[in-house]
T-cell receptor
């Protein structure tokens, strides 16, 4: 158990809909990262927040947005869903910012499996 | 952003050492090499990281070449539970390189 929690575990929805994925980082971790992993694909880094501020952006679509709240939990919002958005979405947390000290390994949650029908 | 290349798949006999290579020829001076693994759609798990020197922990050893253009992750006595996809990524220690690029990794199969 990494200490990172994600809800829901599974989500099935229809095209055009909007969903919200939630992540609670490990206690004390200030950074939260979101990743997308499609079938048989590697991890695609989407976005990172540190202590409430956006710090790094990967290949995140404009239909996707995220935020980190004062209690450090984070939400990833996916809107106007398309079939291709079906994937595993992982959240990870680390103690420090992305460009920070070396001992800043990421701890991953169990993921949310999103299926768009 | 520095990128990495890894073999798509590898096999290893149970109890033998598994040596997983990674090329990162465009790595810059302040970039660290990190290794993670992912067991069947679970969240990836951190293994080890290093800059120049070889590193060892309870899970694995990391050997980085002197020119830092490649590295090898060594699992000294592979078990069936080590069957996973292993990712090698590079990450800047400071500055503006704040992206994380994960390749497809190496799918390691440990056979009985």
């Amino acid at each position: 158990d990494s200490g990172v929690t994600q809800t829901p575990k599974h989500l099935i929805t229809a095209t055009g809909q909007r969903v919200t994925l939630r992540c609670s980082p490990r206690s004390g971790d200030l950074s939260v990262y979101w990743y997308q992993q499609s079938l048989d694909q590697g991890l695609q880094f989407l976005i990172q927040y540190y202590n409430g501020e956006e710090r790094a952006k990967g290949n995140i679509l404009e239909r996707f947005s995220a935020q980190q709240f004062p209690d450090l939990h984070s939400e990833l919002n996916l809107s106007s869903l398309e079939l291709g958005d079906s994937a595993l979405y992982f959240c990870a947390s680390s103690a420090r910012d992305l460009g920070g000290p070396t001992n800043n390994e990421q701890f991953f949650g169990p993921g949310t499996r999103l299926t768009v029908l | 952003d520095a990128k990495t290349t890894q073999p798509t798949s590898m096999d290893c006999a149970e109890g033998r050492a598994a040596n997983l290579p990674c090329n990162h020829s465009t790595i810059s001076g302040n970039e660290y090499v990190y290794w993670y693994r992912q067991i069947h759609s679970q969240g990836p798990q951190y293994i080890i990281h290093g800059l120049k020197n070889n590193e060892t922990n309870e899970m694995a050893s990391l050997i980085i070449t002197e020119d830092r253009k490649s590295s090898t992750l060594i699992l000294p006595h592979a078990t069936l539970r080590d069957t996973a996809v292993y990712y090698c990524i590079v990450r800047a220690n400071a500055g503006n390189n704040r992206k994380l690029i994960w390749g497809l990794g190496t799918s390691l199969a440990v056979n009985p």
